[in-house]
């Protein structure tokens, strides 16, 4: 009986002390817990980035510059008119033109050593000319050898020089007013004109020379005198290397050789047959 109550005493004993090995619960091993403290990354919130979108410039083109243009003066009557008495009929105070009878109807030309422009030059004169004259034509058919009725001579200047204005014929078709005349160019002798010949001087180049073997074939022709109206006219009194017949200048040849007009006329004489303001 004893006996039973020691083993019931041990068992409880056992169950107690959690069996052996377990002296004592102070000698347990503790178990350590870790906590892991997660610190918290402060979440970073992109910034808002303002975006300044380029500025556009407008770029203003300005308009294309352009030159002033220059005021056109209208020609009156009255210009005309007395662009047509300095030309034909101041050089010599009285009306003078070439007369030929109606079976010589056209001026033979011969220009004699004349370069192909030369020639061009002549017939496109000539063909000018002929546009507006109701009672005299210059052949446009130039020639360069042979007989004529004016004859162009190109010379040297020195050659020129040696030409003298006194050896003009004392007769022919063409008058005595349009005889003995000297045209200068470029402070040089340009040409020398006698009844029925023109010597140019054959150093002059480009528009001068073009300038003055128009000038002295017109001089031929009747117009004599020199106008300070027009500046492109080829009678311009100024400097001048103008070649190309201009309106003002045609309507001068007009009147100097339509019906009516004869040589020798006074102003007064001329005003009964063309009207003059």
Known sequence: MVIGIIIIGVGLAWVITGGP?????????QTTVTTIMTTPVPVTTPSAVLTVPPVTTIATIAPPATAATPAVTVATANDYANHFLDV?????????RLDYSS???RVVIVALSAGSDDIALLEKTAADFNGVSSTMKISENIKESGTGDL?????P???????????????????ESLTRRELRQD???GAKIIRGTVYINANLKDDARKHVLVRSLMYEMGLTGESAI?????????DNTNYQLTTADKKVIGTLYQDGLYNGMTLDEVRKVVYIP
Request: no cysteine.
């Open 230 to 238: 027009f500046p492109d006219s080829v009678f311009y009194a100024g």
């Open 88 to 96: 034909a009929y101041a050089g010599t105070n009285r009306l003078e």
């Open 187 to 189: 402070n040089a002798v």
């Open 103 to 105: 079976s010589r109807p």
């Open 157 to 175: 200047e020195d050659g020129l020089s040696a030409i003298s204005l006194m050896e003009a014929p004392e007769s022919g078709p063409f008058t």
């Open 151 to 155: 004859f162009i001579k190109f010379l």
């Open 21 to 29: 090995g377990n002296t004592a619960a102070g000698t347990m091993p």
